[in-house]
């Protein structure tokens, strides 16, 4: 049974970091892409990064791009979403998500419960 299970959200007051994790189980870890969404409420849910099996193509949205940084480690099964200079907007339910796939499609296999995220002024 595969598992993706979203850690290290919480509220922190604006211009602070967060780093969120997401541990893989029940899947080989390194044949999957990873990625992050979010989802604030009354919102769609929005694109915030992505990362090869390889760790070698990353992909971010445009509101996080130059503040948050994913990564991966295939030894341990775990990704990363390190997330600095946090603005209130930021502000929503994080979800990891894993994708088999090469090429980006926007489709994942999937999904974590999430973890909240809350930004204060």
């Known amino acids: 049974q595969v598992q993706l299970v979203e850690s290290g959200g919480g509220l922190v007051q604006a211009g602070g970091s967060l780093r969120l994790s997401c541990a893989a189980s029940?899947?080989?870890?390194?044949?999957?892409?990873m990625g992050w969404f979010r989802q604030a409420p009354g919102k769609e849910r929005e694109f915030v990064a992505r990362?090869?099996?390889?760790?070698?193509?990353?992909y971010y949205g445009v509101s996080v791009k130059g503040r948050f940084t994913i990564s991966r480690d295939n030894a341990k099964n775990i990704a990363y979403l390190q997330m600095n200079s946090l603005k209130p907007e930021d502000t929503a339910v994080y979800y990891c998500?894993?994708?088999?796939?090469?090429?980006?499609?926007?489709?994942?296999?999937?999904w974590g419960q999430g973890t909240q995220v809350t930004v204060s002024l």
């Open positions: 998500a894993a994708d088999h796939r090469v090429l980006v499609t926007g489709e994942y296999d999937y």
């Open positions: 029940g899947l080989t870890f390194r044949n999957y892409a």
């Open positions: 990362i090869s099996w390889k760790g070698d193509m990353l």
